[in-house]
């Protein structure tokens, strides 16, 4: 028998521009571990090389904190493999009904 593991999501809060007036992004990882995303030596990063992460949390309260403190108004989440394998397939599905 099979059971799925379902990983703790990673949320980072980065800032991209040096300026005074910071705009914070709030970016929620599912399938990725926390070494992956700090990691600088990925040849296709996770977060931009130019960006500065500010705050990594792992469990999906840090979520909503996150929004609160940095005054965030959405969330990028990424996609899992099985999401992104379903939205594909439902994709396929649809063009072959006609849609």
């Known amino acids: 028998m099979y059971l799925k593991v379902m990983k703790i999501p990673v949320v980072v809060v980065y800032k ?3 300026r005074k007036k910071v705009k914070f992004h709030l970016k ?3 399938d990725v571990l926390v070494d992956d995303i700090i990691s600088t030596t990925k040849r296709k990063p996770l977060i931009p090389n130019d960006a500065e992460i500010v705050e990594i949390g792992v469990g999906s309260s840090f ?3 996150y929004l609160k403190k ?3 108004s959405k969330s ?3 996609e ?3 999401e992104r394998t379903m939205r594909e397939l439902q994709s396929i599905v649809n063009k072959q009904r006609g849609r």
């Open 16 to 18: 991209t521009t040096y």
């Open 80 to 82: 899992t493999n099985a």
């Open 70 to 72: 940095y005054k965030i």
């Open 63 to 65: 979520e909503e904190k």
């Open 28 to 30: 929620v990882f599912r």
């Open 76 to 78: 990028i989440k990424e």
